[in-house]
């Protein structure tokens, strides 16, 4: 149960991630890599651009590695006990029957 909740929390994580790279992103240039137009710096406009979709896509692929971790590590219960559902299934009266009532003269039976 513990590998499943940490999987399942880096999973949020990565996705908080990816939707905030994605909102810094602009697919008309503008974006973070507007606020890089002087010359000689050593991020420019178009490695900020390259850095952002490169993060878009190896977080696009832990997302889904860490799902497929996350569905391997679902915690199984004992191998021979029924799911709840059948439990309730089972369990359940037939809405056709017909209920006996108790009569009220211990007598008349």
Known sequence: MGIYIF???????????QIMIVLVQ????GGLAAGFTG???TMGVRK????????TWTLAIAILVLSLA????????EQG???????????AVDPMAVPTLPSPDPEIE
């Open 70 to 77: 996350a569905t391997a590590s679902i915690p199984r219960g």
């Open 7 to 17: 999987v399942s929390v880096l999973i949020i994580i990565a996705c908080f991630l």
């Open 48 to 55: 900020t651009a390259d850095f952002l979709e490169k993060a």
């Open 81 to 91: 006990r029924e799911s709840r559902i059948e439990e309730s299934i089972r369990g």
């Open 39 to 41: 010359t000689g710096q």
């Open 26 to 29: 602009n697919s008309k240039g």
